[in-house]
Nanobody, 123 residues
Framework: VQLQACGGGLVQAGGSLRLSCAASGRTFSSYVMGWFRQGPGKEREFVAG????????YYADSVEGRFTISRDNAKNIVYLQMSSLKPEDTAVYYC?????????????????WGQGTQVTVSS
């Protein structure tokens, strides 16, 4: 599967952005999906994950209650709605896919990655 992420940009603190990740292929619904981010000088970290059906979602503590992950299997797209953004959310955001039964939290567990989209939150 090939992934293409978009939707990043520059936003003021407290604002919102919606990231999208479009996937190629006819087996999108067979993959769990994750969003990760990597800030300057930091390791890539888990942000959110979603199961095949979208029925189960998982979030990092730092974004719980502010970010929402969702997917549309008919359109082969996964979204990350980000609200109440903070300067510490500034990072390159990546979507990832893995053909497994449970959503992994470690980036090493994912087989496919999008190219990343920059999110910058100004104070």
């Amino acid at each position: 599967v090939q992934l293409q992420a978009c939707g990043g940009g520059l936003v003021q603190a407290g604002g919102s952005l919606r990231l999208s990740c479009a996937a190629s292929g006819r087996t999108f619904s067979s993959y769990v999906m994750g969003w990760f981010r990597q800030g300057p000088g930091k390791e890539r970290e888990f942000v959110a994950g979603i199961s095949w059906s979208g029925g189960s979602t998982y979030y990092a503590d730092s974004v719980e209650g502010r970010f929402t992950i969702s997917r549309d299997n008919a359109k082969n797209i996964v979204y990350l709605q980000m609200s109440s953004l903070k300067p510490e959310d500034t990072a390159v955001y990546y979507c990832a896919a893995d053909r497994t039964t449970r959503v992994p939290f470690r980036p090493q567990s994912y087989d496919y990655w999008g190219q990343g989209t920059q999110v910058t939150v100004s104070s």
